[in-house]
């Protein structure tokens, strides 16, 4: 299996920081602020791997800093520290040594990402048809016919009735409205995905058939994807691996089945013994 | 050198209203304006004896431009006798003295005007100063003027087209009638000011040049001479102009010149009819002394 991600130390610290602020922090110090600074580490020495068609699960709980992860990495934010490579084809990019527009590049080329406010990953004054093909001109293409081409086939594909495709995702449910993100994040057919609690607040039946799109997805494009929740049953039925975080550090890395049946740290125990 | 131009002009303003510094300044911004072609360089507008949005962006392109050999021409949507273009036309003739003015495409080398740009094609010695309400085409899509410069910087201009793709979408065609978005030397895209589309062409490797001043926005941009001027469209969905067709399908003419390929203003008579004439007054008088003489040749 070929790598696609590589991500090492990654560290995001709000606020001034200081010399105390990493020892004075994290799961053993019950907290992310720090208490001399008031500086907030919300996340610190993350390293992973992810490899080609592989979900990764991260999870824990409120403010552990799962969602600053991937929006460091689809550069909604920069980092205090660490590195991350993206293996593209035979090509190398060091993430954080990229300048603005080869970041944008990459973001709208070869990264999609799916947030769990549509508010964030939609344009709400403008159709779902319109929401895509944003993001398919912003990827070079230039033939009306050809984007709407495109625009129908990922609403079909992500399960939107065509008749809706020039309605505003303002008018959608709130199912519909993720998976309009989905279609959106896929259009460009990116081999990375970042999906920050994607099915969080919607009602049971909603969740599992967008859970099963996206392991169609999966299936069918061989995409990577990195899944940040705190519902473990998602952990359990989309990740293969995942990591488990307290207060901005990994607690705990492994195979999903692994942690889920055999969770090795105190904190990680606790999640598991209350969900199941 | 103010001194030299006090003297000049006899009245208590320097020649051209402005002091030299600020003509300086202007003159800069401008070069640095075709230097990088349709990059909306920032520069201090200064106060005008007149409303900022009367025109006093390319007032002040005009008064840092002008010379007294200058034979200038000031147009407002293609007229030269509208309030607009008299009342700047005397303001000017008043702080520049020597300078004359003419109604003329043909014989004006510097021309300001307000929404058009004249039908005759544009020589290189002459230069089109147009007026600019709003000089950023990004502003109906992004409101922050940073993300906007990002954006620029960038050349993306993803969601502009999104909005021309949300029109084909509603009526099967692009609808901006006016400041249609236009990419120059494949980067910027400017804001062309209120010209119709019928005048985005005249832009693309003109052999004049043409400066944008916006005096309440506080920029200028330009389109050097021959020059690629594109409108944004899409290769399926190509740009068109007005087409002036009546419900038969036939190209309407100017009621006064009889011209059927100019741009045509509409008026409503009373009685609910409608009559289509020239925008460019000049063009149509030219037009008709045309056909005048045609008509006199053979008697």
């Given at each position: 299996?070929?790598?696609?991600?590589?991500?090492?130390?990654?560290?995001?610290?709000?606020?001034?920081?200081?010399?105390?602020?990493?020892?004075?922090?994290?799961?053993?110090?019950?907290?992310?602020?720090?208490?001399?600074?008031?500086?907030?580490?919300?996340?610190?020495?993350?390293?992973?791997?992810?490899?080609?068609?592989?979900?990764?699960?991260?999870?824990?709980?409120?403010?552990?800093?799962?969602?600053?992860?991937?929006?460091?990495?689809?550069?909604?934010?920069?980092?205090?520290?660490?590195?991350?490579?993206?293996?593209?084809?035979?090509?190398?990019?060091?993430?954080?040594?990229?300048?603005?527009?080869?970041?944008?590049?990459?973001?709208?080329?070869?990264?999609?990402?799916?947030?769990?406010?549509?508010?964030?990953?939609?344009?709400?004054?403008?159709?779902?048809?319109?929401?895509?093909?944003?993001?398919?001109?912003?990827?070079?293409?230039?033939?009306?016919?050809?984007?709407?081409?495109?625009?129908?086939?990922l609403l079909a594909r992500t399960e939107v009735l065509l008749s809706r495709v020039d309605d505003l995702p303002k008018n959608f449910s709130g199912g519909m409205q993720q998976r309009v993100q989905i279609a959106k994040a896929l259009a460009t057919q990116p081999p990375l995905l970042f999906l920050d609690e994607v099915t969080t607040g919607l009602d049971l039946s909603v969740q599992a058939r967008i859970l099963d799109l996206i392991l169609e997805i999966q299936q069918e494009l061989k995409t990577a994807m990195v899944v940040v929740t705190h519902d473990l049953g998602v952990i359990r039925l989309l990740t293969g691996r995942a990591i488990v975080m307290k207060y901005g550090r990994v607690i705990e890395a492994g195979l999903t089945d692994q942690i889920l049946e055999d969770p090795q740290h105190a904190y990680t125990q606790r999640l598991v013994a209350s969900a199941l | 050198m103010n001194a030299f131009s006090h003297a000049q002009s006899g009245n208590a303003y320097n020649f051209g209203f402005l002091d030299e510094y600020a003509k300086k300044e202007v003159r800069r911004a401008i070069l640095k304006a075709i230097a990088i072609p349709g990059y909306q360089v920032p520069y201090a507008s200064r106060e005008m004896p007149m409303g900022r949005g009367f025109g006093t962006g390319g007032l002040q392109l005009t008064l840092s431009l002008i010379g007294p050999e200058e034979i200038l021409k000031v147009i407002d949507q293609g007229s030269d006798d509208s309030v607009n273009a008299v009342n700047l036309r005397h303001f000017i003739e008043m702080t520049c003295p020597g300078v004359s003015t003419t109604t003329k495409t043909t014989e004006c080398t510097l021309i300001q005007s307000r929404h058009r740009i004249p039908e005759l094609p544009l020589t290189s010695n002459q230069i089109v100063v147009l007026q600019v309400p709003y000089p950023d085409p990004l502003v109906v899509v992004e409101p922050s003027e940073d993300k906007r410069k990002t954006m620029h910087g960038e050349a993306d201009y993803s969601r502009l087209l999104v909005k021309l793709y949300e029109d084909i979408v509603k009526f099967d065609e692009i609808t901006i009638s006016h400041r249609y978005p236009t990419r120059i030397n494949g980067h910027y895209v400017i804001d062309p000011s209120p010209i119709p589309r019928w005048d985005v062409p005249k832009l693309n490797a003109s052999a004049a040049l043409i400066l944008f001043g916006a005096g309440r926005e506080k920029k200028i941009y330009a389109v050097p001479p021959h020059t690629k001027a594109e409108p944004l469209a899409f290769s399926d969905v190509p740009f068109r102009v007005e087409d002036f067709r009546d419900e038969h399908g036939h190209r309407r003419a100017c009621t006064r010149c009889g011209c059927t390929d100019s741009f045509l203003d509409e008026f409503a008579a009373d009685s609910g009819s409608k009559t289509y004439q020239c925008s460019d007054s000049d063009w149509c008088d030219e037009q008709m002394l045309l056909a005048r003489q045609t008509e006199g040749e053979p008697a």
């Open positions: 299996m070929n790598k696609i991600l590589e991500v090492r130390n990654l560290s995001k610290i709000y606020g001034p920081g200081c010399p105390l602020c990493l020892e004075s922090t994290g799961p053993e110090a019950d907290t992310n602020l720090c208490p001399h600074c008031g500086s907030v580490v919300a996340i610190h020495d993350v390293s992973f791997d992810l490899f080609e068609g592989e979900i990764l699960g991260v999870m824990g709980e409120s403010g552990s800093g799962k969602s600053t992860v991937v929006k460091n990495l689809y550069f909604d934010q920069a980092p205090s520290s660490g590195e991350a490579i993206f293996y593209d084809r035979d090509k190398q990019h060091d993430l954080f040594a990229l300048n603005a527009a080869q970041q944008r590049w990459l973001r709208n080329h070869r990264f999609g990402m799916v947030y769990q406010n549509p508010h964030l990953g939609l344009n709400f004054n403008i159709s779902a048809g319109g929401n895509i093909a944003e993001r398919l001109l912003m990827s070079d293409l230039m033939d009306y016919g050809a984007i709407r081409e495109r625009a129908k086939a | -």
